[in-house]
């Protein structure tokens, strides 16, 4: 790095002789043996031994297996995420699903495990390590650490899956449908009643021990280079200081997600109970960690390679110095702001969220320094080759990215978004644009340097970037536009409005651009390991052959890749008072914004902790979030207990006290004119909020906030608003949009009703079902169940086969009729629960027609109590393999009676 004024370190290290006299231990020798046997075999066919660099020094060749198994976790999780798309599509345009629910949760969930740490994590470990130790001029040591290390991410991974089978017949979507933020005791055997494998705990496990062993050979070889320069002036080259941060902080943020894990086996095993809430609260040190650990791979991308190619030192190493610095203070101590709607201390959401605030200075400034390093670049001395513009991209993503962040951080403005597709489209924007971007930036720089060739086709690099910058960019504001209209994010089951169902087909068209973009890649790196023209690198500076092997990705070089000598003409001083004049206003902005939020952080979060002192003539609802519906106790002037029906009159103050059985459930009203209603319930814990009920009487719909198993679609409540006196019609809901929530059940008159019941087992895809209008007297409406909605995702017919005509046989058995009984149920508030009118018993694949004399009121149709359901094909659910159950309402809605 000879520009580099943050001096170079030397090569030294690799002039010293490998202590080859000290015989390694006989299990050492045995294993190198065997890789040697192994290598040479492989290396006569062409094919592995270009790929893998076979002929190559150990350190390239264990990279270059770290990034194809990164690119082929890539591949599996872009697969995943194709899958799950096109089955949201699928049931947004009504078209049948081929996916069972299970299998398109397992999906959602195992994208993000194996995009986070297969793909994105081991490609920053193959691509820090190979950097670290040549920019150090260090000579690898512990090659079969480096080895156990990669072997444990890469089995956490299977691990991660689950056990298959293969007989009597395929199934390998057990348990991961949990979420890879999964939400303590979602998933615990004994707390919740979807069950995970132990496999996916012991995959935790791996994976931790994985990448710590990683950061602890990281350590090892700094500490060689720190050793062998004693005396000497030892500076750390600006970009090694977040290699050095990322070699921190994976310990650090690993222990605890170690400690959860652990915790959670031992539970699992009978040993000692989990407390949910401390669960969580370890989980998520780790959950927001790990990502601060992935957004290093930009940050280090910006300090190693801007630089080079504007040919001259950071503007400022001392700013460089305290931003990874403090980066590497704050990261550990923010995980809560995950957990804002649970209920914690407020001193404690709100020191999270003032922290959170102050880690936007390390990011500013970083931006401030790379931006200041540019400065001054002629135009005809910078190339937009395929390494500049995905840092460009990156540069810019990274700031679109973050600045949603502080809209999440915000307590008051999470109560809006969080656990919406908005959550999505932020982290999306951090891992595509920001991380991903800078990830490509660093593989297009160094991907030379393994394959020993340049990159074979600019005309490809150039297509690549191109189509992942359209793909990136769609998909990131689409998931945006469905967070804006109220989406939650994990959602199969959602309002089919014309904007929702237009946002969800242009997501699914941009995830595909995005996929496919990546073909271009692929097509560059197989024509580059088998055609590239040879890399030569004698009399190079490292500096100078990154700027080579970056210039083989731009059709029509012009800028020399040459090192220049560069003259600094601005003073130190008034570098440092720009510097200065910068952070201190970062620094009053945000000082500005924390006066501004905290009264309204730490009033919210001392409501959602602590029961409220409500007005007298409240109505006060305990609710219980099981797996997967709402048990609902009322007292007050309604007095009863209901399932996923809560009954308020119009204008009413409604206490809620709520917590949850099985998993972590979230209470969430999104009220469009009102404010939202959006609180977290864990089991052993109580949450609370005090709200106002809509003046306008009408059915609002209340949708678990919080995923909590592959039926958490069909997991929805209706706060029915009552007139305050004597009856009342639906007109003023109506004309107001039911207050403007999309996820209010469609209004339409009886007589004309014609419900048919879908593949998810819901009333015309809505839950709850429309809701029925009728003049008091002779009411009636018609119903159907297709037998083509039966299979695997109804939860009406209990047969859990996968074969399709399981469930068909077993109605054929049965007479086509279910044992249960679909009716109409008056609302008794003095002290009743639901009182039957009329029931008829379920039949399927006939036209069904309930019929009944009603005067005025609110009545409730349909099925009105949960449905027990077990997942089992074939009879494979075990203790061992993860199992799945819980109670399911679905077909049913609100009966409107009014004159
Ligand atoms: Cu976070």
């Given at each position: 790095m000879s520009t580099n004024d943050a001096a170079s370190p030397e090569s030294a290290v690799a002039e010293q002789p490998v202590p080859v006299f000290e015989k390694p231990p006989a299990v050492i020798r045995f294993f190198d043996a065997t890789e040697e046997a192994i290598r040479s075999r492989l290396a006569k066919l062409t094919f592995f031994q270009r790929v893998f660099q076979l002929d190559r020094d150990w350190m390239t060749r264990i990279t270059m297996l770290m990034v194809v198994a990164s690119v082929f976790w890539g591949i599996v999780g872009a697969f995943d995420i194709f899958g799950f798309e096109t089955q949201v599509t699928a049931f947004a345009l009504g078209q049948s699903l081929h996916l069972s629910n299970q299998e398109i949760y397992s999906s959602l969930t195992l994208h993000g495990i194996r995009m986070l740490f297969g793909f994105a994590q081991q490609l920053e470990l193959a691509l820090f390590g190979i950097i670290f130790v040549t920019a150090f001029g260090l000579v690898p040591r512990h090659k079969w650490a480096y080895y156990l290390s990669v072997l444990l991410v890469n089995l956490s991974m299977v691990l991660l899956e689950g056990p298959f089978y293969l007989f009597p017949q395929f199934n390998d979507n057990y348990f991961p449908a949990l979420g890879w933020y999964f939400y303590s005791p979602l998933g615990i055997r004994g707390l919740s009643s979807y069950i995970a494998s132990p496999l996916w705990y012991f995959g935790w496990i791996a994976l931790c021990v994985g990448v710590i062993l990683w950061a602890a050979w990281m350590l090892i070889h700094f500490l060689d280079w720190w050793r062998s320069h004693r005396g000497q002036v030892r500076r750390i080259p600006p970009f090694a200081l977040f290699v050095l941060a990322t070699v921190i902080l994976i310990p650090v943020s690993y222990a605890t997600v170690l400690a959860s894990s652990a915790w959670d086996v031992f539970n699992y095993f009978g040993v000692g109970p989990v407390d949910p809430l401390a669960n969580q609260v370890l989980f998520w040190f780790f959950g927001h960690g790990v990502v601060y650990i992935l957004f290093l791979i930009p940050i280090t991308a910006f300090y190693f390679l801007v630089p080079i190619f504007a040919k001259r030192p950071i503007y400022s190493y001392r700013a460089a110095f305290a931003a990874a610095v403090i980066f590497t203070i704050l990261t550990p101590l923010l995980s809560i702001h995950h957990l804002?709607?649970?209920?914690?201390p407020p001193w404690s959401a709100w020191l999270t969220m003032a922290l959170t605030f102050l880690i936007i200075i390390p990011s500013a400034i970083t931006f401030f320094t790379i931006w200041m390093t540019t400065k001054g670049v002629k135009k005809g001395e910078w190339q937009w080759n395929a390494v500049t513009l995905f840092l460009l991209l990156s540069f810019a993503g990274t700031m679109a990215g973050g600045l949603t962040g502080p809209d999440n951080n915000t307590l008051a403005f999470d109560i809006d978004l969080h656990n919406t597709m908005f959550i999505v489209s932020h982290f999306h924007a951090i891992a595509l644009l920001s991380i991903a971007a800078g990830g490509f930036a660093v593989v297009y720089a160094a991907f030379p340097l393994l394959a020993g060739r340049l990159w074979y086709s600019p005309r490809l690099s150039q297509a690549h970037f191109v189509s992942t910058a359209i793909g990136w960019g769609g998909l990131v504001l689409f998931m945006d536009l469905l967070g804006s209209d109220g989406i939650l994010r994990r959602s199969l089951i959602f309002p089919l409005t014309n904007a929702v169902v237009a946002d969800q087909v242009w997501l699914t068209v941009f995830v595909i651009v995005s996929i496919s973009a990546q073909l271009f890649f692929v097509a560059n790196v197989l024509l580059t390991l088998f055609r590239g023209e040879l890399l030569t690198v004698q009399g190079l500076s490292l500096d100078e052959i990154v700027r080579k092997m970056a210039q083989s990705t731009h059709p029509k070089p012009s800028v020399p890749i040459s090192d220049s000598k560069f003259v600094r003409r601005t003073p130190r001083s008034r570098r440092e008072g720009a510097e200065r004049g910068w952070i201190t206003v970062v620094v009053v902005l945000i000082v500005g914004v924390l006066v501004a939020t905290s009264p309204l952080t730490l009033s919210d979060s001392t409501t959602i902790g602590t029961p409220s002192d409500p007005p007298a003539g409240s109505e006060y609802l305990s609710l219980v979030n099981y797996q997967y519906y709402w048990g609902v106790q009322e007292s007050g002037p309604v007095h009863g207990s209901f399932s996923d029906v809560m009954v308020v009159h119009a204008g009413q103050w409604v206490a809620v006290n709520a917590t949850a059985e099985g998993a972590t459930g979230g209470f969430y009203l999104p009220f469009r004119n009102l404010p939202t209603v959006d609180i977290q319930v864990i089991p052993d814990a109580m949450s609370y909020w005090l709200f106002q009920a809509p003046s306008v009487p009408g059915v609002y719909a209340a949708p678990d906030s919080e995923y909590n198993g592959p039926w958490f679609g069909q997991d929805v409540a209706a706060l029915v608003v009552l007139p305050t006196t004597g009856p009342s019609s639906l007109a003023e809901y109506q004309s107001s949009g039911g207050e403007g929530d999309i996820y209010n059940p469609p209004v339409m008159g009886a007589s004309g009703a014609f419900l048919i019941v879908d593949q998810e087992g819901l009333f015309d895809n809505s839950v709850p079902g429309p809701t029925l209008t009728a003049t008091p007297g002779p009411v009636s409406f018609q119903y159907y169940i297709p037998?083509?909605?039966?299979?695997?995702?109804?939860?009406?017919?209990?047969?859990?086969?996968?074969?399709?005509n399981g469930q068909l046989d077993y109605l054929a058995a049965h007479n086509y009729t279910l044992p249960y009984r679909l009716g109409i149920y008056a609302?008794?508030?003095?002290?009743?629960?639901l009182v039957p009118v009329t029931t008829m018993p379920l039949r399927v694949g006939s036209v069904m027609n309930e019929t009944a004399t009603l005067p005025a009121g609110v009545y409730v149709y349909g099925l009105t109590s949960p449905i027990p359901y077990v997942y089992n094909p074939a009879g494979q659910s075990t203790w061992m393999t993860g199992s799945e159950e819980g109670e399911i309402m679905g077909i049913w809605g609100i009966l409107w009676v009014s004159p």
């Open positions: 804002y709607l649970t209920p914690v037998r083509s909605s039966i299979g695997i995702d109804n939860y009406l017919v209990n047969v859990t086969s996968n074969d399709p609302i008794n508030t003095t002290g009743g629960n």
